[in-house]
């Protein structure tokens, strides 16, 4: 028997200047129900979920609940109808603590006069409907990622959601983080919840998804059950061609050592040591907390170091400052696009070339037809999809926000490029490109330091892995003991 529709969305179009996101495409979510909305950076996903919230109106199309047509001014009118969103870019309050984030909207004021112990009370129970162990007192701005997601669910589901959008909850979750996620989604589907996921990852998509909705440069080009279908239809459906190999046959040669780490201290990272070879890339795993996002920032100055030292090329160098990183030849490519990789309102072109001249390797005059060109071979080469060089990074989708930020480090041609998560929220089809890409760069003598959650990028791209557990090093693997078992039972302190 078919579940009953909730929501309903008829012919959406949506213009924004210079792009069409989104032409004549429909979609249906039903009770009970796992939908993927699937398709490339830029395809429209965000942009119809922001439609179907009420945060942006469209041109044409109508939106059903229970059969009945609504228009949503506002994301209050959208919230109201039942429909609950955790965006892509997560939008809380900072400042607050969890137990106020959950009640954003408001806590029966009778009296004027809230009663702060049964807020926090009520607090608890909330999270833990989600599994979620967490201090409400915590303040927001101090919680993880995955604790933040966690939380806006949490949200959701005490707001008596009966849809939820969940635009790509997993992209920046490790393999346990993901694992809970997934369990939840599980549980408020059997609760009758008709769940939307918008997500890049394969495995995801089959292990809880019921049906597919694929969308193609704003069209959308198939509806499917998804056992009707398999990975490999799946990815054409999206990109329009087949990608036979994810992954790149690795050729590099990794030649002498170039870095040495020994005991790196802070308060994030504790007594670190490997060695970097040139042109190979050391991979970097590990959980929640356990500091390995940390260590990519401490090795490009964000964080001191407060002992320990640093030899490249035979040379001791400070890493006092992210400046003095780029002077001795580090890229740092951050896993917060938002808030560390981009400044939202200038173009892309601004963005690319802010890192281009700090090195001093370019010179000081600026020579804007060089700079086109730079400009242009990096959209080209990573497909960003944008109307031209002058749109603001604000205006580009997630993924392709995340291929700028790669940009601008790959061309001021480091010695060694620090990545924390270098591929988050990347399509599949970009992302075959980006490890391509990596591969030539270690074929050069290029040396990478790639911290990844994503384990399967993490084994196949790796010459070797270091696993951190608790701020330190808890064990380090050559290529031929690199499987997840191994990775995993590092990571979890074994
Ligand atoms: N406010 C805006 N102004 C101009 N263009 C926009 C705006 N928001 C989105 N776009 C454009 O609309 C298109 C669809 O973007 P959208 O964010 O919906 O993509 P997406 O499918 O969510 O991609 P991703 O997987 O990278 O998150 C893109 O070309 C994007 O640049
Ligand atoms: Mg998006």
Known sequence: ????????????????????????????????????????????????????????????????????????????????????????????????????????????????????KQIYAEAEKIVAEVDLKIDVHKQMGLCTVAEKQQIEIARALYENARVLILDEPTSALNDKEIHQLLENIKKLKSRGVGIVLITHKMDEIFAVSDRVTILRDGVSVAQKEIQDITEQELIRLMVGREIKDMYPDKNNHPGEVLLKVNNLHNRHVHDVSFELKKGEILGVYGLMGSGHLELGKTLFGCYPATRGDVVLNGRKVRMSCPKQCLKDGFAFVPSERKAEGLVQIQSIWENIMTAYYENGKNGWLVKRKKESGIV?????????????????????????????????WLEISPEIIIMNEPTRGIDVGSKSEIYKLLNELCGQGVSIIMITSEMPELLAMSDHVIVMHEHRVQAAFSKDQLTETNIMTAAIGG
């Open 1 to 116: 028997m078919e579940s009953k529709v909730i929501l309903k969305a008829e012919h959406i179009t949506k213009q924004f200047p210079g792009v069409k996101a989104l032409s004549d495409v429909s979609l249906e979510v039903r009770e009970h129900e796992v939908l993927a909305l699937l398709g490339e950076n830029g395809a429209g996903k965000s942009t119809l979920i922001k439609i179907l919230a009420g945060v942006q109106p469209p041109n044409s199309g109508d939106i059903y609940v229970d059969g009945e047509k609504v228009r949503f001014p506002t994301p209050v009118a959208a919230q109201n109808a039942g429909i609950a969103v955790v965006y892509q870019e997560l939008a809380n309050v900072s400042e607050l603590t969890v137990a106020e984030n959950l009640f954003i909207k408001g806590y029966g004021q009778k009296n004027h006069t809230l009663n702060w």
């Open 376 to 408: 242009e071979k990096w959209i080209q080469s990573l497909s960003v999809k944008t109307p031209g060089p002058y749109a603001a990074a604000a205006t580009l989708s997630g993924g392709n926000q995340q291929k700028v930020v790669l940009a601008k």
